[in-house]
């Protein structure tokens, strides 16, 4: 993915250098909601894939979607059984009843009926902000048969039964057994065995006779690799989340705490040369979204006097230093195509829904035909997604190049 780059822009444009997970690739991670412990700790999530997980998809407006990223939860999560924070490294129950004693009618009523699912519904809510949550696609899909490849010594072990529909809009799920098993997702065939790494999958394996309970799958280490065990639902294993994301929903990703500076401007402002980084010095992506919320952000005519650009601008969302600390007006500079990012920064606190910005234009060095964008950001720091209104493109004069 990387070969054809000596250096690696540490902001880009949409999601087009994040790249899935394999057995041989170390880049597939990005930052993405927030435990709601009293730290607030970043999740990290794990590059599947970057065309979804073979379901359909379905955005908050009903318009169907393709091509999201398939992302799962680095690391096992749970609930903590005094405070009731998700937290990693916790548990939870697959079935809280005795709904756990009783043969399902359908394999698929397994998950739906779930405690399980409940919790990724309140995970949903709980660890994501609601620009993050809408930017997650409602996944719909059916499981089929499947073999375990732990089960190929073993002939006489049923297969994982088909369990249709399984999968009907749900924003966050666990995986299948299937998908925890596929090689394509960066599972590797062998185990790797570690201590506290089982996890539920979805999948409804069986009713398991001797202590009469439904059996669902579970994950044995972090790398693939399932049990064949009668573990009950419920029994305590981690949990670790999965979604798809609509990837045009992402203006920017940026890696660690280079990618994007955030500043405090005041005066004219002066942007930023976007770093490029070696491969060896990369670390997981953080996400800039479109919020829809900041749409109705647009910008006048500008000004340019004695090498300052002034900006009128209009409908931003306000700045204020302790409810709404992180809110700035932004710009970038990109070249022709409007694809490569050559300056960013911040270059105004809207202290009001509408105000001006000023922008030095003496630093930077333009190229024939470069490009100016302004918009509306907030700007949450190191690993937080940051959230941002449409880019609004200034049309500039030969004289505010400087040529």
């Keep these: 993915m990387f070969g054809m780059f000596k250096k690696i822009p540490a902001l880009v444009l949409g999601a087009g250098l994040i790249c899935e997970c394999s057995q041989n690739d170390d880049f597939g991670y990005l930052w993405f909601g927030s435990l709601n412990n009293a730290d607030r700790q970043p999740i990290l999530w794990r590059v599947l894939a970057l065309n979804g997980n073979g379901g359909t998809y379905i955005n908050d407006l009903g318009e169907p979607c393709e091509r999201p990223l398939f992302l799962l939860a680095d690391e096992p999560l749970g609930t903590h059984p005094l405070s009731g924070e998700i937290r990693l490294n916790e548990q939870i129950n697959f079935y809280l009843d005795d709904t756990a004693k009783q043969q399902p009618t359908r394999p698929a009523a397994v998950w739906q009926n779930s405690d399980a699912r409940k919790w990724c519904q309140h995970f949903a809510t709980a660890c994501l902000t609601e620009p993050e949550l809408a930017a997650v696609l409602a996944t719909s899909k059916s499981d089929g048969e499947y073999r375990a490849k732990r089960d190929v010594y073993n002939s006489e072990l049923p297969p994982v039964p088909a369990a249709p529909e399984i999968l009907r809009g749900d924003k966050l799920f666990f995986l299948s057994d299937e998908e925890a098993e596929n090689p394509a997702y960066g599972f590797q065939a062998k185990r790797r065995n570690a201590v506290e790494q089982e996890w539920w999958t979805r999948s409804f394996e069986g009713f398991f006779e001797p202590i009469g309970c439904i059996e669902v799958g579970v994950v044995q280490t972090e790398f693939g690799g399932l049990l064949r065990a009668p573990a009950g639902p419920d029994s305590a294993l981690g949990a670790r989340p999965a979604l ?89 500079v990109t070249d022709r195509s409007g694809t490569d990012i050559k300056y960013y920064g911040n270059i105004a606190l809207p202290l009001h829904a509408r105000g001006e910005a000023q922008l030095d234009m003496t630093a930077i060095d333009w190229a024939a035909e470069d490009r100016l964008f302004i918009f509306s950001e907030q700007c949450n720091g190191y690993r937080r997604t940051d959230f941002a209104s449409p880019l609004q493109e200034v049309a500039l004069t030969k004289g505010a190049r400087g040529r």
Excluded: C, M
Aim: aromatic share 6%; proline share 9%.
């Design 244 to 332: 798809n994301l609509n990837q045009p929903q992402i203006l920017f990703t940026s890696i660690g705490v280079t990618g994007k500076v955030r500043r405090l401007p005041s005066g004219p402002a002066h942007l930023a040369l976007v770093e490029k980084l070696t491969p060896q010095k990369l670390e997981p992506w953080k996400l800039t979204l479109l919020d829809a919320e900041r749409d109705k952000f647009v910008i006048g005519t500008v000004r340019l006097e004695e090498r300052v650009l002034t900006i009128p601008y209009r409908n931003a969302v306000i700045y204020h230093p302790t409810s709404a600390p992180n809110e700035r007006i932004s710009a970038i």
